[in-house]
């Protein structure tokens, strides 16, 4: 069972009857920053990807640190951040 108020949502276990908020998850997001001649990094949030087509797309795994810096001589890559 569960009470959904405005902005809330709390969930009543029905072995203990204990009443639960629940937190709400943030969007998934990703931003890119490059500054000339370093590595390009990655901020995200959530589960990275990424695609060289921008239509397949393969989860990083293990998922890398945030941020990730990654070398522009690669073939073109491009990323994206999924809720998990």
């Known amino acids: ?4 108020t405005p902005g809330r949502i709390f969930l009543i276990n029905k072995q203990d009857g ?6 709400r998850v943030t969007e998934p997001n990703s931003s890119i920053h490059d500054s000339g001649n370093q590595p390009v990094s990655v901020s995200f949030s959530g589960i990275l990807q990424y695609s060289h087509d921008l239509t397949s797309w393969t989860t990083m795994i ?5 941020p990730m810096f990654f070398d522009t001589s690669l073939v073109p890559i491009f990323f994206r951040s ?3």
């Open 1 to 4: 069972f569960s009470v959904n």
């Open 18 to 23: 204990v009443i639960r908020k629940i937190k």
């Open 62 to 66: 293990p998922q890398p640190e945030n």
């Open 82 to 84: 999924i809720s998990p």
